[in-house]
Nanobody, 128 residues
Framework: QVQLVESGGGLVQAGGSLGLSCAAS????????MGWFRQAPGKEREFIGN???????TYYADSVKDRFTISRDTKNTVYLQMNSLKPEDTAVYYC??????????????????????WGKGTQVTVSS
C-alpha cells in the first residue's frame, strides 16, 4: 500500500521561496515515479513535474521549470523547492505516486489520472 504525506506548506511573500516534502512508503524504488500537482480554488488540477525514483531524472511543466525543482533523497522523501513565488502559485499542492509496469519517458506521466496514489495535500499561500 502506497502512502504519501506532504509537509512544508505555509504562507510566503511574493518573491520568496518555500520547500515542500513528500514522505513516501510502499512504492517500488526501482520503478516508482513521483509527481507534484497543485490545484488553486476554482481551477483544474495542474501538473508541476515528476521524478523517477531510480535515476533522479525529472520532468517539469513549462510554467514552473525555471522556478521549481524536484529532488529526492536516498530514503523515502521527495522534495519540491519553489523559488521566486508569485501570488498565482497559491494552491493546494499534492504529491502523487505511480508504480509503472513499463518504462516510458517521464513526460508520459503528466496527467493526474496517470497516478494511482495521492497525498492529502498541503496549502501554499503567496501574498502580494
Amino acid at each position: 500500500q502506497v502512502q504519501l504525506v506532504e509537509s512544508g506548506g505555509g504562507l510566503v511573500q511574493a518573491g520568496g521561496s518555500l520547500g515542500l516534502s513528500c514522505a513516501a512508503s510502499g512504492c517500488t524504488p526501482s520503478a516508482c515515479i513521483m509527481g507534484w500537482f497543485r490545484q488553486a480554488p476554482g481551477k483544474e488540477r495542474e501538473f508541476i513535474g515528476n521524478i523517477r525514483w531510480s535515476t533522479g531524472g525529472t520532468y517539469y511543466a513549462d510554467s514552473v521549470k525555471d522556478r521549481f525543482t524536484i529532488s529526492r533523497d536516498t530514503k523515502n522523501t521527495v522534495y519540491l523547492q519553489m523559488n521566486s513565488l508569485k501570488p498565482e502559485d497559491t494552491a493546494v499542492y499534492y504529491c502523487a505516486a505511480k508504480d509503472p509496469q513499463m518504462y516510458f519517458p517521464l513526460s508520459t506521466y503528466s496527467r493526474g489520472d496517470d497516478y494511482a496514489h495521492w497525498g492529502k495535500g498541503t496549502q501554499v499561500t503567496v501574498s502580494s
